[in-house]
């Protein structure tokens, strides 16, 4: 993000969200595949994580994914509207 951006400190932090944004999809993918569940969360405190974390001023912390094995007798998938209910293209 830096090299490609070189100069534009925003476009450098979108690019690094973009890019952690698609590596997180990933790791929660592979989860999936491993018989895993997982959840992205955001809403969290950057500042509380970076510290705990002891993050370098130049690492942003994008997004907390919970892992582990879903719990037996889990609810069921809540139900959803039909993509035509939702979803119209003019």
């Known amino acids: 993000a830096s090299t ?3 100069g534009n400190v925003l476009l450098q ?5 973009r890019s952690a944004s698609l590596a997180a999809m990933t ?3 592979a989860a999936q595949g491993m018989g895993l569940g997982s959840c992205a969360m955001s809403g969290f405190d ?3 994580v970076a510290r705990a974390f ?3 001023t130049n690492e942003l912390p994008v997004m907390i994914v919970a892992v582990g094995y879903p719990a037996t007798k889990n609810w069921p998938q809540k139900p959803r509207k039909a ?3 939702v979803l119209s293209i003019v």
């Open 4 to 6: 490609a951006h070189e």
């Open 13 to 17: 932090r979108d690019e690094a969200i």
């Open 27 to 29: 790791l929660m993918l």
């Open 46 to 48: 950057a500042v509380q």
């Open 54 to 56: 002891e993050l370098s």
């Open 83 to 85: 993509l035509s209910e």
